[in-house]
């Protein structure tokens, strides 16, 4: 049986005429960066947000009274967003829980808790990024062939060098046959030098003269693309604990960070393996690739539920520039605006 949650609540009291907002406070422009930013990511999310936006107003156009059927009828929608059973049973549910308690006066006012509770769920896996107060802050990538792990260690270089920051690229992926060609690519097109060693060679040593040429140069940053494709779970946590400890004898405290990179086009798919990095590579944030290219955006927030791991940046297209840090205010208003 369904039962009715929309909120009877008292009118607010009629309030005086407020003085008028004078030209200059009304006119106030944002930031021309901060609105550049919020329009890539929009383009970004466009499969996701036209899919998403749609369904959306399917159930909730005509609301007047939100009800239990309400509810059920937001589920599919969550799913086909590859959110996430786990995630769409948690907002559901709290969605249920503030309509018993305050009552939800229809559709749009679903839409925007519907939105904060979205935003809560990235927030809550929100963490600062320490910087090391020595250089070279060392930051391993990790994740399996095909995600664009290589690519985005290039972008990430390019990305860095922009903000006005000395960078080294490490070719650790020795692994995988011209993977340390690919890398030689970016490090030419971010101007970006690159330490590496001949295919099939071993990672840690590379890592060991990328360590030292980075503390001997002052480099601020140190990337390291890792290999993507090893043969079982034993051997890639055997090889990374390796190439941790090699990191650590020269630099206190690396890697300071670890990044998977994550293809966002095979959503809850791609989380199977994330789970294997996570436990091996003691990965402390993610990179969501081909976020342009997937109609299933959601899977943003499945990782911030079933990985308890935040996305720090996001893949948007081809080009070098083509990699915005993540946010979670910007990508919420974007997806449901």
Request: hydrophobic share 40%; with cysteine; aromatic share 4%.
């Amino acid at each position: 049986m369904a039962f009715s949650l929309f909120g009877k609540r008292d009118k607010p009291e009629q309030q005086p005429d407020q003085p008028t907002a004078t030209p200059a406070a009304v006119s106030t422009p944002e930031p021309v960066e901060k609105r550049g930013f919020f329009d890539r990511m929009k383009q970004a999310v466009t499969r996701t947000r036209e899919s998403f936006t749609e369904s959306i107003g399917s159930v909730i156009a005509l609301t007047r009274e939100v009800d239990e059927s309400t509810l059920i009828g937001l589920e599919p929608v969550l799913l086909a967003a590859d959110i996430g059973s786990t995630t769409t049973a948690l907002v559901l549910e709290n969605l249920r829980q503030r309509a018993l308690r305050t009552g939800i006066q229809g559709g749009n006012e679903l839409k925007q808790l519907l939105k904060a509770e979205l935003k809560q769920i990235l927030d809550g896996v929100s963490q600062p990024v320490r910087h090391p107060s020595t250089p070279p802050e060392v930051i391993m990538m990790v994740g399996v062939n095909g995600t664009g792990k290589t690519t985005t260690s290039g972008k990430l270089a390019a990305l860095f060098s922009s903000q006005g920051r000395t960078v080294l690229l490490c070719a650790a992926d020795t692994f995988r046959a011209a993977a340390i060609e690919q890398l030689e690519v970016w490090a030419q097109r971010s101007d970006v030098p690159i330490i590496k060693t001949k295919q099939g060679g071993d990672p840690s040593a590379a890592l060991y003269d990328a360590c030292s040429a980075a503390k001997a140069r002052g480099t601020q940053v140190l990337i390291v693309d890792t290999a993507g494709r090893l043969h079982t779970k034993t051997d890639l946590m055997k090889e990374l604990d390796k190439m941790r400890r090699t990191a650590e004898k020269l630099v206190p405290g690396a890697p300071h960070q670890t990044l998977l990179v994550m293809d966002a086009t095979t959503g809850q798919n791609g989380l199977t393996q994330a789970r294997l990095f996570t436990e091996a590579a003691r990965v402390t944030g993610i990179v969501l690739t081909k976020l342009d290219g997937t109609a299933k955006g959601g899977i943003v927030l499945a990782i911030a539920t079933e990985l308890k791991l935040p996305v720090l940046y996001a893949g948007v297209g081809e080009k070098m520039e083509d990699i915005l840090p993540f946010d979670s205010g910007t990508f919420i208003d974007t997806l449901l605006d």
